[in-house]
Each structure stands twice: as structure tokens, then as C-alpha cells.
């Protein structure tokens, strides 16, 4: 046979079943088919494909049981395998790693040992250790309250940024110790859960959180109703390939209500060098004097002010925004920085927000700075809470790390004609009347000050009203 005739017979040959198979790959693998394929790690050979009907209902009912399960457990051990896959263009990331988590509800002891860092809670003191960075130094810190997941995100912190809240995440932290841990987890979550069909699997609970950019996935083991894995999910449904995000959990080896031997909360101190703040710690690694602890609480006033640092940071409509034409067009400015992960950021918006739309006739302007989040994640959360204040993006953390070098959230900073006239570190109740009453000192010091500069003009042009003897009628004094 001629060759062309050759290949023309095999091109007939094989084009019905390239379609074929063509066919039953897209059907497999494109999400239009109504699938998506949510794989454990690799080690398990476990493949869960879900079905998009989803109720709405039975997840909500779901996600109720799960949580009561984890606050029925007074003890719990285990050891969490993540993967962590991004890839943003030619950028591609992947982590990996264990965790292994120590919880005595009765105790109030709490041990989260992972790859970089040693988090330990006992006898109301937070232990923090990073081996490979610190040294022999260690964190220590006196913890108020009782042990939930608030205390956990205020107290672990660096820069401002909680532990926590980084990759790899402890999911079952969250669960272990809040009323309501997917609200921790993701503050800008789409308000529903669905109960998701596992296609050959009826008795598998995955539940299917929808939030801004990805989803969350909680696959509920059988056995113990606890976790088994979760998967966040970035365009789970889209799939697209210049741009993807996927974390996986899985827990192995959890052991619940089980006796806890005391030495799993040891903590090793001797021949250590222990700091009470991340700042004096990095202070004695870099050979220098530590800072002195500050001595007032709430908001505190600055005796000798300073010029404010000048900045430009974009609001959510991109548009730039300088500092300096803030305190031009207003006399007092108040910064705010927040962020959305943060609980005590949330506790102060809603007072920061009253405080705003009280003094917006007095001449002061309220602006919040987001800390270290993209752009998307602010507005999101801003636009579900109905805050008006506007809003400044810090994306890098660098504007943040000038005005408050210790890093924690939230950070007010009061700025009276250009110069810094006060800050509040942290939130406490009835910070709003502190602020208040602040403004209404400075507004009185800047009238007084008005008052004494006429008065003085006044007296000037009185003085300057007698010409060869003759006295001049001058005006009156407004004051």
C-alpha cells in the first residue's frame, strides 16, 4: 500500500476513537460535567469525586454536630499532614509538613508544634520558640482570660500578623476552642454550609463552605466524627490553570479522651534566655537595649510630639491618598489599623465607627488601614459589615511596621496638625470616649491657642493706634 493511502486509512481508522476518548476525558475532568475531584494526599490513594448537589440544610445541621463533637472532647492528640500547592503564573509554591496538636481542656493546656514554631499554653502563660531563627531565646507571656481561639490569635503574633492565621493552618484548634470556628477561619465566608453528594460514597460528610476567591472542605471521619481532612480550594469549581491555590489536611493518629502524660506540656527553660515581647527579643538578637515595657494602658498621650511620618497608600477604588493632604484638609486625623483575621480588630471597629461618624463635624477624620491583605479581602469584609469609614491598603505591612514598630493589632495612632498627638495599643471597652475625649482636649487647646494669638494681635495694633500723640480709635478685641 502507497504510504499516503497508509496514513490516510489510519487517520479514518483512529478518529472515532480520539473523539471517544476525547469525550470521556472532558467528562471526567471539566467542571461543567458537575464533578469536582477532591484527592487526600497521595499516600492514601483515596479519591473523593463530589457532585454539585448540594443541601443547604443537612450542611448547616452538619457543621452543628461537628462542632459539638470537638466541645464534648477533653482530651485530644494529633498528627496533621498538609500539603500546600499556589501558583500565580510562573510562580509555583509547595509546602509540606506535620503538626502535632496537644489539647487538656480540664488543664488549660494547649501544645501546636510545627515546622516553624513551638506554640505551648499552661498554668495561664504562653510559651513561643523558634529553634532555627531564635536560638536559645524563647517567648513567654502572661496570657488574660480564659484559653479560646481570640486569646490564641491576640497573644501569637509577629508583626502584627497571628501564627495562626499563616499556612499551614490548625483547623482543629479552631474547633476545639470557639462557639463558632469557621467564622475564625474565614471572617469574609459566604453565610451558608452545604452538605455536599459523594459520588459511591453515601455515608461520607464533606461539607462545602463557598467564600471570596476559594472554598473550604471539611471531610468528617466516620468513625470519630472529627475532622479526617480539610482542602482549601481556590476556584475549586473554575480550575484554572495559570492561577490555583490548593491546601490539604489530613489528620492520622488522632487519640481522643485519652490520659495525657504531664511531660507533653514541658517546656525546657533552663539555660534559656527568656523576653516578656517579640520586640525586646529581636532587640537582643541584633546586640542592642532592650525597650522599656510601656507603663499606662489605653490611649496615651504623646508629651513631646512628633511630625508624622508622610505615606501614599491606594483606597478600595485605587486611588492614591497622601497623609499629609489628610491633616491639611482635616486638623486631627485618626489612623486605625486592622486587619480582617484579627478578633480584637473586630471588637473595635464597631466603637471606631461611632467615634467617626460623631467627630466627622468637628474637624477630624477617621481612616482605617488594612495591614498585609489584598485588596479584595478588605472591601469583602468591609462592604458585609457597613462601615463607612475609609479605607487605606497596606498590603506590605510597611506603613504599619513605621507607626508601630511592635507590630501588634489593632494600632490607633491620633494625629493633631501634622504632629503625633496620641496612640492606643490593642482594644479595650470604652476606647471610643477615650478618643472623644481627646479631641475635645485638643480642639479646646487649638481654640485657647486661637484666642491668645487675637487677643496678642489685638493688643499689638492697640499699641501701634498712638501717632504723634494722638490716639487712633481701634477695633475691638473678638475675644
Known amino acids: 500500500m502507497h504510504k499516503k493511502h497508509r496514513n490516510d486509512w489510519l487517520r479514518i481508522a483512529l478518529t472515532p476513537w480520539c473523539g471517544l476518548m476525547l469525550c470521556v476525558f472532558v467528562m471526567g475532568l471539566w467542571p461543567s460535567a458537575g464533578l469536582a475531584q477532591v484527592p487526600a494526599p497521595s499516600d492514601t490513594g483515596d479519591v473523593i469525586v463530589l457532585q454539585e448537589d448540594q443541601s443547604r440544610q443537612e450542611g448547616e445541621a452538619a457543621l452543628s454536630a461537628l462542632v459539638a463533637r470537638y466541645h464534648e472532647v477533653q482530651q485530644y492528640q494529633a498528627t496533621m499532614k498538609y500539603t500546600a500547592d499556589q501558583k500565580t503564573g510562573r510562580w509555583v509554591y509547595k509546602q509540606e509538613g506535620e503538626i502535632y496538636v496537644a489539647f487538656d481542656r480540664a488543664r488549660g493546656m494547649l501544645k501546636i508544634d ?35 481561639y481570640q486569646a490564641l490569635m491576640r497573644y501569637a503574633q509577629v508583626r502584627g500578623v497571628p501564627i495562626l492565621s499563616q499556612v499551614p493552618y490548625c ?26 453528594a459523594v459520588k459511591g460514597k453515601a455515608d461520607v460528610t464533606v461539607l462545602h463552605l463557598p467564600m471570596v476567591g476559594e472554598d473550604l472542605l471539611l471531610r468528617v471521619d466516620e468513625k470519630t466524627g472529627l475532622l479526617r481532612q480539610v482542602r482549601f480550594e481556590a476556584d475549586m469549581f473554575e480550575q484554572r490553570k495559570s492561577q490555583f491555590r490548593s491546601d490539604s489536611y489530613l489528620y492520622k493518629d488522632v487519640r481522643v479522651n485519652q490520659p495525657m502524660d504531664e511531660d507533653m506540656f514541658a517546656f525546657v527553660t533552663e539555660g534559656r534566655v527568656g523576653f ?9 538578637m541584633e546586640g542592642k537595649e532592650a525597650p522599656a515595657e510601656p507603663k499606662k494602658q ?13 505615606f501614599e497608600l491606594k483606597d478600595l477604588e485605587g486611588e492614591p491618598v497622601r497623609l499629609a493632604d489628610l491633616y491639611e484638609a482635616h486638623e486631627i486625623v485618626v489612623l486605625d489599623f486592622w486587619a480582617t483575621w484579627c478578633p480584637p480588630c473586630q471588637q473595635a471597629l464597631p466603637g471606631m465607627q461611632a467615634f467617626a461618624d460623631a467627630s466627622k463635624d468637628k474637624g477630624v477624620k477617621v481612616v482605617a488601614v488594612n495591614v498585609a491583605e489584598q485588596s479584595w479581602e478588605a472591601a469583602g469584609y468591609w462592604e458585609d ?8 491598603l497596606d498590603e506590605q505591612g510597611e506603613v504599619f511596621g513605621v507607626f508601630n514598630p511592635k507590630g501588634t493589632l489593632p494600632h490607633t495612632v491620633v494625629i493633631y496638625q ?20 481627646m479631641v475635645e482636649t485638643l480642639k479646646r487647646a487649638s481654640e ?12 499689638s495694633t492697640s499699641d501701634e493706634a498712638v501717632v504723634g500723640g494722638e490716639e487712633v480709635e481701634t477695633p475691638e478685641a473678638p475675644f
Do not use: C, H, I
Open 114 to 148: 510545627r515546622p516553624d514554631m513551638v506554640m505551648l499554653v499552661k498554668e495561664g502563660k504562653m510559651y513561643l520558640e523558634n529553634t532555627g531563627f531564635w536560638g536559645d531565646r524563647y517567648l513567654v507571656m502572661e496570657m488574660e482570660g480564659d484559653l479560646n
Open 171 to 196: 483547623v482543629d484548634v479552631a474547633f476545639l476552642l470557639s462557639d463558632e470556628p469557621v467564622s475564625e477561619l474565614a471572617e469574609y465566608m459566604v453565610s451558608e454550609v452545604k452538605k455536599m
Open 418 to 437: 501634622g504632629e503625633v498627638a496620641g496612640e492606643l495599643a490593642g482594644f479595650r471597652q470604652g476606647q471610643e470616649e477615650q478618643l472623644g475625649a
Open 385 to 392: 459589615a457597613g462601615y463607612s469609614m475609609d479605607v487605606l
Open 276 to 284: 516578656s515581647s517579640l520586640e525586646a527579643l529581636w532587640a537582643n
Open 448 to 459: 485657647e491657642v486661637e484666642k491668645a494669638g487675637s487677643l496678642e494681635a489685638a493688643k
Open 298 to 310: 489605653g490611649l496615651v498621650e504623646k508629651e513631646a510630639r512628633e511630625k508624622a511620618p508622610d
